[in-house]
């Protein structure tokens, strides 16, 4: 058995502000990562740090980026805990989206599709929440019972298969290493 992990975070910035405003989510942003250094963070967001668009697919860390600049972004860590086949299914996933990354857009009309609970899936377009579900239901890490683009980061946070292992400010989660050493297995 392998753990993986889907970070839920809630920033500053305009966009996070927006689908706050929208939603009253506590968290608005969401990543998978393959181990508990979150120094690799797989979803879809924006390319460059200082910019909102273009936006796609993006690999993130917590030490960097967005993410590395704001000491008390509110966060949640999930685990998961899948078979060596799943993890393997999963790593190819995430493998194909960072060799094909030039081909993938932010789907920016799927956020307020979303929000108004209308399927909206388009042919490489993905939101962060829809990229991560899509990612965990096509590795068989989760059953698939929903549409991926109706899944906002929140419902992340319901996953029968997911276990919370951390909730505070991202500067813990970087400080401690996130106590999920004793997690991880």
Known sequence: MKSIYILLTKSTTICSKIVY???????THAAISLDSSFNELYTFGRKY????LPAGFAIESVYNGILGSSDNMKCAVYELKISDKVYGNLVRILNYFELNRARYRY????????????VYE?????FCSQFVYH??????????NSEPSLVGPMDLSLLPEATEG????????????????????
């Open 21 to 27: 405003l929208a939603t009253r989510s506590e968290f």
């Open 49 to 52: 740090s200082r910019l909102m």
């Open 107 to 118: 789907s920016i009309v799927g956020l307020p599709m979303c929000k108004f609970k209308k």
């Open 122 to 126: 388009r042919e490489d377009y993905f």
């Open 135 to 144: 990612a965990l239901s096509e590795s068989g890490a989760i059953a698939k």
């Open 166 to 185: 951390f909730k505070g400010e991202i500067r813990s989660l970087r400080v401690n290493g996130l106590a999920l050493s004793s997690m991880a297995t």
